[in-house]
């Protein structure tokens, strides 16, 4: 009834029913390359962060369709058996050019190039696009979020609100590369060594017959490890208890960690548990606040209000879920066998063949050159470097994570401020090199459809600002 | 250095340190109800579809910590070594009621309650939450997209968009559950028996020196499965060269089965598809139409433009990523030993005690009640309905995704129309009873915070039209 099928089928019908078509026609080895990028950034959006290679390369590498795989496509009755034999021996045998975790990217920008025979670089579409953009988008806002609280620590506590298990664990991944505090996603934390956050709900304090009680009780079992939730009933009265609870604390030699705020103007309220800490005696407790909180309003927070929270736990908008945007990445074919190709049609036309982004050492613009042009000069370094060869990946084993995370980090105190700005983003150059353009020009000239600089001034959509404004 | 951790760690660290805490005081055994409802509908939204729970009674069943979770949890340095044996004991003994999946369900009314040992019910919070806010979401957005095809087809392309892997098989078994008419997803479509659906892509056309012979190699593969896609470099020419394809197939024997359009103005170019298939002697072939679709973009189409399209594929939208709303969920305690209890945070007051839902046979209005109240009379019926005794399911075996989809339609027959509407639509009044009121007024009255009215005013919010207007 209901088959067990393997992360291989994780792909469109399409994809199948093109490779079908592609080995009938005998052309299924001729060589492909396609191109992921993201056309376009979200409005207030200044740069993206790479994420989501590693699944994609395991994906590949991995890539065999199951007895049961071959029955369950045999059950749509779509395929002759001739192609379900040519499925059973395939595997990904392509080469993978990548930015690596944890690079910042831009509009246009291949974060991966695929090549190799096209029935296999086309099968790995649908599971690519899903991975790179949810891990991408994931990566992106949590590095929003760090840079909106200025210092102070950000929590993921997102998993109960985030759209799915999948994108909970990759979520507690992207905390660790893009250097988040915590998660409270225990899973992800023990998976991929992000520190565990997380003390109490209020179900705990509803529990007992009083506040303090709950307080209390809570303190004798973590200690020092105790933050305590002060806004289950009233908060200006909570914090007064927690205030009692940790006097009693320290009577017995033990300091607690802090209060948290999870409703109300969470400005004032902080201010006020900041200040009655601080009369009562405990300055070193810290004030934690969360509930519907994004990267807007915790700049509002800190940059406005200079509320004096000491660290902030974000739910729903780090989980990709309503609100955030939704990244306009695609996969598109580039070149097939010696012929390089684009699109043209209308607003999503495209630039051929396989590409290499050219950094200017100083960031203040990109090239968007092809693969095999001349290095543009010393004040430029490459983005994509090769990843994967003949389906085997270029491994550097269990190191990749905390690799990834040293790289963002290089890359995001590189990161010019204006780029990094909430709203209204400078817009970081991209510009295409001589010969893209000549080539683009070359085959737009045979084609309907927009011409070559159509791309280029989309890109820019209303956003005209420069870095350096 | 990355553990293998099972899905019984897909929670929020203070569920452990609650439940730890509660051990110590002695009280992890002692009954608890937990709720899990939708505070507010998403201000469009006049229904939510109920589902998620067969996956999370799975869990539940399930639910034990293995030793590589232990070692994992441990090395946190949180937690004593004997609540780790506790840990490795725990198994969920509770029971759970919830709306069957598949039914519709209104704000404020519980999708399930869980009723055991505290310390079990509250760790299946997160996941809980995870599951039945993703698969509502999924499933309420899939059944508008129905209502605004008003019986056209609806196919689900959103894998390569949906936040994660999860999300998108979750959203293939959605289709089946709202019965949409098929999904890209391969896997989704083996997995949960929906048809499905895709043919090519841009990339197949620019493989292919021209678009002709692309459509030329695709027909002879698939025959009558055959729908070309137009649009990849310009629309009308595109639609002349499937129509030339399509005649040489007719000579054949062949009737191919239609066309899609993914880009440009889908209302005129649908009719213009429409006019010259026929005039070309082709009224049998179908008009299909993709590309950042959405519920309301489709209502344009079908009732303003009364544009000539037989099928939707539907992408971004349908997955639960950027523009979808979040849906306002939570999980929370309602009793606690022989005591009714209710959170009264700004904003976040919740009514105390299990709950029935009893809806009015005619559909003008339900009754949230006290579980143990006495039946309201014949003209109402109850949602809530025990699906868990004890840890134990109550099975219904491999059927039960086939029974939900068939509980869903006669639901979404006899859901009002006013109740349907994609914008502004009619409010379903949802009424405590004269029992819960009085319960919630003598807990009120012992506590700070909102009074009891609150709850119920919040969730008309600025939604005052009945369901007749």
Redesign the interface.
Known sequence: ???????S??????????A???R??G?ADRR?T?SLFVRSL?PEWGYLVAAGLQDCLSWLQGLHFTAS?LV??D??K?FHPDFLDWLSELRFTGSVRAVPEGSIVFAGEPLLEVEGP?AEA?LA???L???M??QT?LATEAARCRHAAQGRAVMD?A??????????M?LARCCRLVGLDGT????G?????VA?????????V??H?DETEAFR??A???KE?TVLLV?????P?GIERAIQVAGEMRAQGIELHGVRL???DLGPLSSLARRRLDEAGFPGMTVFVSGGLDEYKIDDLVERQRAPIDGFGVG?SL????????LD?V???VS?GD?P????????ATWPAAKQVWRRTDWSGDLLALADETPPGDCYRPLLEPVMHSGRPRSRG?GDLAEASALFEREWLALPGPLKRLRTPALHPVQPSAALLHLTATLGSG???PGAGEQQSRLRADRTRSASD
């Open positions: 009834m209901t088959p067990e099928v393997s992360a089928l994780l792909l469109d019908l399409y994809e199948l029913t093109m079908d078509a592609y009938r026609e052309i492909a396609f979200p795989d369950a496509i059950q749509f779509i096209i086309q579409e649908t599971y696009l899903n991975q953009t949810l988008t506590f998993l109960r609100r985030v759209p799915g298990t999948d994108a909970g990759k409270s996603n225990v899973a934390a023990a998976r991929y060594g565990p956050s997380g003390t109490m709900a209020h179900s705990f509803q529990a017959a009780a809570y004798r079992a973590f490890a806004d289950t009933y009233d908060t009265l999870d409703s109300g729903t989980g990709a879920a309503g609100g955030a945007p939704t990445s996969y598109k074919l097939f012929r190709v684009r699109k043209t049609s209308t607003g999503k269990q084609q309907p459809g």
